[in-house]
């Protein structure tokens, strides 16, 4: 079984960076589609980045040039780099993972019916 554990939110001023961590815990998959989403409250569910086992990355609109997403395939460990914040990224973040898929999974909505999924990691950014 599959567990994924985020950390390293918090709270910083626009501006500020954080950088989130998930680590995967369990059996390791060689093929994947791992991955960032968050959610606002009274807001609607957001893809935030992505990756695949191909080492495609995909953003948002809203994050690119800002967001870095990465994986250290040893450590088993994806992280999200996230510069110059701004009060409209507080959201709480969640990893999500799917594993034995083709890298084509790893578009649009998919985190929507990922099978893992990790426990969130609140991120607030004032101005």
């Known amino acids: 079984q599959v567990q994924l554990v985020e950390s390293g939110g918090g709270s910083v001023q626009a501006g500020g960076s954080l950088r989130l961590s998930c680590v995967q815990s369990?059996?390791?998959?060689?093929?994947?589609?791992m991955g960032w989403f968050r959610q606002a409250p009274g807001k609607e569910r957001e893809g935030v980045a992505s990756?695949?086992?191909?080492?495609?990355?995909r953003y948002a609109d809203a994050v690119k040039g800002r967001f870095t997403i990465s994986k250290d395939n040893a450590a088993n460990t994806l992280y999200l780099r996230m510069n110059s914040l701004k009060p409209e990224d507080t959201a709480t973040y969640y990893c999500?993972?799917?594993?034995?898929?083709?890298?084509?999974?790893?578009?649009?909505?998919?985190?929507?019916?990922?099978?893992?999924w990790g426990q969130g990691t609140q991120v607030t950014v004032s101005s």
């Open positions: 999500a993972a799917d594993f034995n898929v083709p890298p084509s999974r790893c578009v649009g909505s998919w985190y929507n019916g990922a099978n893992y």
């Open positions: 369990g059996y390791t998959y060689s093929r994947y589609c």
């Open positions: 990756i695949d086992s191909d080492g495609n990355t």
